[in-house]
């Protein structure tokens, strides 16, 4: 079974510019989320997909972060415009349902750094 | 807002035991996990427990949990090289949401 894709792996941006991340969950995985890893410490959940709608995004600095799964299957994260702050590695992950025990299956993530 | 807590480092020579110990606040935690990092890679997921269990065993690995004190261990025995990475603790509620801790560095020399 092939596991969550991430790309690109790496991005190097200046502080203003925009910059995007797309995430192919494992198949048939109805749930997916966006985290942010801060270098030092756990992740951040950003915003979680069922489907294609939202579930949580209470985390997610709407103000230059923005997430989208149009068709229920691939998602792809863009900031706009990009702080220093934002340099972090970004994860997806999915899992089949909602609720319960189903674990999160994670993605090897994309590290940004912004200069 | 609820916390996950774990030591940042710990150091143990090849072929001892490592015991990474977590902590968490969330009484209505459902599920709690372990995730290993290693350098560049995503989040492996090693080993989960029901929050109604108190050990879960899995060949090295041995979790124990102590709902009353909201205690996490994951005692990973006959510790080798290639087990050197981040341990994350991690728990989540009903609705999956998921919080992770700051991660433990496991150093095991030889």
């Known amino acids: 079974e092939a596991g969550v894709a991430q790309s690109p792996r790496y991005k190097i941006i200046e502080k203003r510019q925009s910059v995007a991340f797309w995430c192919n969950p ?4 109805a749930t997916l989320y966006w985290y942010q890893q801060i270098l030092g410490q756990g992740p951040k959940l950003l915003i979680q ?21 149009l068709k229920g299957v691939d998602s792809t994260l863009k900031i706009q415009p990009a ?26 993530g994309t590290r ?4 | 807002g609820e916390d996950v807590e774990q030591s940042l480092f710990l150091s143990v ?13 969330d009484s209505s935690s459902t599920y709690l996990y372990w995730y290993k990092q290693e350098p560049g890679a995503g989040l492996q997921l090693l ?13 090295r690995l041995t979790v124990l949990l102590n709902k009353k004190d909201k205690h996490l261990s994951l005692r990973i025995a006959d510790t080798q090289t290639g087990d050197s990475a981040i341990y994350f603790c991690a728990e989540s509620n009903k609705d999956n949401d998921m919080r992770f801790g700051a991660g433990t560095r496991l150093t095991v020399k030889p």
């Open chain 1, 26 to 29: 494992i198949s048939g995985h």
């Open chain 1, 49 to 69: 997909f069922q489907n294609n709608g939202v579930v949580d995004d209470s985390q997610l600095p709407k103000d230059r972060f923005s997430a989208e799964r």
């Open chain 1, 83 to 108: 702080k220093l702050e934002d340099s972090a590695v970004y994860l997806c992950a999915s899992s089949p349902v909602q609720g319960g025990k189903e674990t999160q299956y994670f993605g090897p």
């Open chain 1, 112 to 115: 940004l750094l912004v200069l």
């Open chain 2, 13 to 25: 020579r090849e072929g001892d035991s490592s015991v990474i110990n977590c902590t968490y606040t």
């Open chain 2, 47 to 59: 080993t989960y427990i029901f929050s109604n269990m108190d050990m879960k065993q899995d060949q």
